[in-house]
Nanobody, 119 residues
Framework: QVQLVESGGGLVQPGGSLRLSCAAAGSIFSLYDMAWYRQAPGKQRELVAGITSGLSTNYANSVKGRFTISRDNAKNTMYLQMNSLKPEDTAVYYC?????????????WGQGTQVTVSS
């Protein structure tokens, strides 16, 4: 079992920056592939960025060059540095932890943190 708690959301003006954090507890954090998803009102949840247990990263095209995902396994924490924010980045951002080895599949979600980009 993994408990995930996001923090760092808020209201920011267009062009501004925020850093989201996802603190994990309850299992071996370093074994999990981690990701940030977001869901805007009336839209489906979408992948924003992911970072594997081996530290490979991937990004949605819409955030490439603006967002940076990272993790600190010693602190059991994942981060999302968001720069040059746009109104279309407004959404609830969710942290995801994924572990899949053979027949074992574990998938956990945080409660979400609201990011609002508006002037």
């Amino acid at each position: 079992q993994v408990q995930l708690v996001e923090s760092g959301g808020g209201l920011v003006q267009p062009g501004g920056s925020l850093r989201l954090s996802c603190a994990a507890a309850g299992s071996i954090f370093s074994l999990y592939d981690m990701a940030w998803y977001r869901q805007a009102p009336g839209k489906q949840r979408e992948l924003v960025a992911g970072i594997t247990s081996g530290l490979s990263t991937n990004y949605a095209n819409s955030v490439k060059g603006r967002f940076t995902i990272s993790r600190d396994n010693a602190k059991n924490t994942m981060y999302l540095q968001m720069n040059s924010l746009k109104p279309e980045d407004t959404a609830v951002y969710y942290c995801n932890a994924h572990y899949e080895r053979g027949p074992i599949l574990n998938d956990y979600w945080g409660q979400g943190t609201q990011v609002t980009v508006s002037s």
